[in-house]
RNA sequence: GGGGAGAUACCGAAGUGGCCAAACGGGACGGACUGUAAAUCCGUUGGCUCCGCCUUCAGUGGUUCGAAUCCACUUCUCCCCA
C-alpha cells in the first residue's frame, strides 16, 4: 500500500464533504502552496445573524470549517450585521426582518455559542469579522461603485429571486446588493476558500469576480449539500423539519429516527465522523437498525454516548414497545368535574376545544388507557391523577387541586 | 407620471349578491398499516356553553332584507407604457 500524499488526502477529506467546488484544481493547488509556504489558508464563512436557531443543516459546511481548521488553515467567520439591519422593509420575507442593532448582537451571540460547539473560536484558532466594519464606513458613492461590478439580468438568476418573480412577489432593489455585499466581504477579508451552503454558490462567485477586480487572486468557492429534513424535503425551519443543533436527546434521537431512509447515506457522511467504508457496511444491513445508529451518533454529537443510549431506549420503549415514557409530566388543574374537551384545552394537551373534539371523534384521545368515545363525556378531576393521552405524542397525568 | 390587474383560511388557489366557515391541491393533525420509516388508505383541518351559536375573505366606511362577492376611500403588491 502506498503512503498516501498529505496534501492529496487532506483534499480528498474535504471533497467528500462538498457539493460543488470551483475548482477542485485550485483548491488542490492553494493547499499544497499554503503547506509549501507555512501558510494558513484564510477560510471565510459568513453568518446571517437574522435568526438564533442553529440545526443540523447550517452544521455542515461549520463542520468542513472545522475540518479546515483541524488541518492547520484559519476560518474567518463574517458576521452579516450590516445586511441583517436592512433585512426585508415589508417585513414580509421572515428570513429577513430588519433587525436592530441589539437584535443583531444577540443573535450573533447566540449563534456564535452554538458554532462553538463545533469549532474552536478561540482568537488564534479563528478570526471572527462584522460587515459594518467596512460597510459602515462607506459612502452611497462607493456603494453605487460596488453596484456597477454587476447586471440585473445576472442577479435576478438567483432561485429565490425566479421564484418571486414567477409568484409576483415583491423584490426589493437593495436585495439585489446582498450578493455584492457578500462579494465584497471575500474582498476586504482577502479570502483563499469561501465555504457556502449548495444554494450559495452564485454569491461565491461574486466573490471571485470582485476579488479578480480588485487584482486579489480569487477565492476558491466551495459548498457542501444541502441536508435533507426528516420529511425528505430541504431542511428549513419552515418546513418544520429541522433538528436543532440545541435539541434534547429524546427530541433529537426521535427526529432522526423519522428521517427518510434515502437520506440516511448524506447525513452519515456530512454530520457523522464515520469513515465511508463504515458508512456502508452499515447501511448494508436493515434500514431501522442503520437510522438508529444514526440517531445514537448524532445524539453523541450534539450531548453525549450516555445521553444517546438513554434516548434509545426511551425511544425503544414508548414507540417499538409502545409504553409510556419513563417520565409522564404531572399537571395539577382546579378539582372537580369538567367536560372532556375543556380539560384537554385546560392542560394545554389541544390548543382549542374544538380540536379536543374532532380527536375524541377520531379515536385519537385515551383516559387511563381506554379510548373515549364520546366528546361530551365529563371527567372528575381528584387527588388520584388520571392518566390522559392525546395521539402518540402527547401525554399528561393529571390530578386536581 | 399614465393605464391595467390584484389582496381569500398555514401555503397555493377557486368563489364575483343568498345554497359560503368558503371548492380543490399541498402541508399539518388523528386513525389503519409499519421499521414512530417511506409509500398507501380513511378521516379532520376558525372558535364556542357544538345537532345550535359566534367571529372571519387587506383596512375603514357605505348600499342592501342579506356582501368574500356591489360602491367609496385607504394601505400594499404585480404587470404594461413613459
Known sequence: MRVP????????????????????????????????????????????????????????????????????????????????????????????????????????????????????????????????????????????????????ARLLERDDFQQRQDRRLPIHLHELMYPLMQGWDSVMVRADVELGGNDQLFNLHMGRQLQEREGQPPQVCFTTPLLLGTDGRKMSKTYGNHLPLTAPPDEAFGKVMSLADDAMADWFRLLTPLEPEEVEAVLAGHPR???????????????????????????????????????????SLPGGERPLPALLKEAGLTASTSEARRLIAQGGVRIDGRAAADPNETVVLGAEAVLVQVGKRRVARLRGS
Open 289 to 331: 437498525a442503520a437510522k438508529a445508529r444514526l440517531a445514537r451518533e448524532i445524539v453523541a454529537w450534539l450531548h453525549d454516548a450516555e445521553a444517546a443510549a438513554a434516548a434509545e431506549a426511551e425511544f425503544d420503549r414508548r414507540f417499538r414497545d409502545r409504553q409510556l415514557p419513563s417520565e409522564v409530566p404531572e399537571l
Open 5 to 152: 500524499d498529505p496534501v492529496m488526502s487532506d483534499l480528498q477529506r474535504l471533497l467528500r464533504l462538498a457539493s460543488d467546488v470551483v475548482t477542485p484544481e485550485e483548491l488542490a493547488r492553494r493547499l499544497d502552496e499554503a503547506g509549501r509556504a507555512g501558510r494558513r489558508l484564510r477560510v471565510k464563512f459568513g453568518i446571517d445573524p437574522t435568526f438564533t436557531q442553529v440545526h443540523v443543516g447550517h452544521a455542515v459546511p461549520i463542520r468542513v470549517l472545522r475540518l479546515f481548521q483541524e488541518l492547520g488553515h484559519l476560518p474567518v467567520l463574517i458576521i452579516g450585521d450590516a445586511t441583517a439591519r436592512l433585512g426585508d422593509p415589508t417585513g414580509r420575507n421572515e428570513q429577513r426582518p430588519p433587525l436592530s442593532a441589539e437584535e443583531v448582537e444577540h443573535n450573533a451571540a447566540t449563534y456564535l455559542d452554538q458554532i462553538g460547539r463545533i469549532l474552536d473560536l478561540s482568537a488564534g484558532a479563528c478570526e471572527v469579522r462584522r460587515n459594518s466594519e467596512w460597510f459602515g464606513a462607506m459612502d452611497f458613492f462607493d456603494g453605487l461603485r460596488l453596484a456597477a461590478h454587476a447586471t440585473v
